[in-house]
């Protein structure tokens, strides 16, 4: 099999060219097996980056969260230690707490980020919201290896004054930099 726009070679199964990214018709056999991104014999449907950005909007909120219960864990946990409010009051309006906070907050979404996209669900709790997934170029499940890559990435798509995020609403697959970057798509379910 053949890609029909650059004409290199194809496994069976592939559902993008990996030389083009071209998207290639899945075909069925006769027994009507059904692809990875669970269609059969129709177009793959990319991820708008509207739906991208909502999906971001409510992992954030949720990784937020989670970061407030840990620093609250951590302020209990150092008063039943010992500490005076007044220690307590100089560590919340120092820069330490700043770099421990967004320490926290790296360390939790690049974990919830890498564990759900690499899971059955293909998808964070907020990408299962807005019924959209994350796979590999031939409609696959990424591994966990991938997607922590993935969410590394994501943070040169930030350094490009956010340009690089902007990019899954102008290229032919919706994909962001960080996608393109560890050949990635973001697809409907």
């Known amino acids: 099999m053949f890609c029909s726009k650059?004409?290199?070679?194809?496994?069976?199964?592939d559902l993008f060219c990996p030389i083009c990214g071209g998207s290639v018709e899945p075909t069925v056999s006769n027994n009507s097996e059904i692809n990875n991104l669970g269609t059969n014999n129709t177009k793959v449907s990319y991820?708008?980056?509207?739906?991208?950005f909502v999906a971001y909007i409510?992992?954030?909120?949720?990784?937020?969260?989670?970061?407030?219960?840990a620093l609250v864990l951590i302020f209990a946990i150092m008063i039943m230690n010992g500490y005076s409010e007044a220690q307590l009051d100089e560590l919340v309006l120092s820069e330490s707490m700043l770099i421990i906070e967004n320490s926290i907050y790296f360390i939790?979404?690049?974990?919830?980020?890498?564990?759900f996209h690499s899971s059955s669900k293909q998808a964070t709790f907020g990408k299962m919201a807005m019924k959209i997934k994350v796979t590999d170029m031939d409609g696959k499940r990424i591994t966990f290896g991938k997607a922590f890559l993935r969410e590394l990435a994501t943070y040169i798509s930030a350094f490009t004054l956010f340009i690089g995020y902007l990019m899954a609403a102008f290229t032919e697959k919706k994909q962001a930099l960080h996608d393109i970057m560890v050949a990635t798509l973001v697809v409907e379910k």
């Open 58 to 69: 409510l992992d954030a909120l949720i990784v937020y969260g989670a970061t407030f219960l």
């Open 108 to 115: 939790l979404l690049t974990v919830y980020v890498s564990v």
């Open 6 to 13: 650059c004409g290199s070679s194809l496994k069976e199964g």
């Open 47 to 52: 991820a708008s980056f509207g739906k991208r």
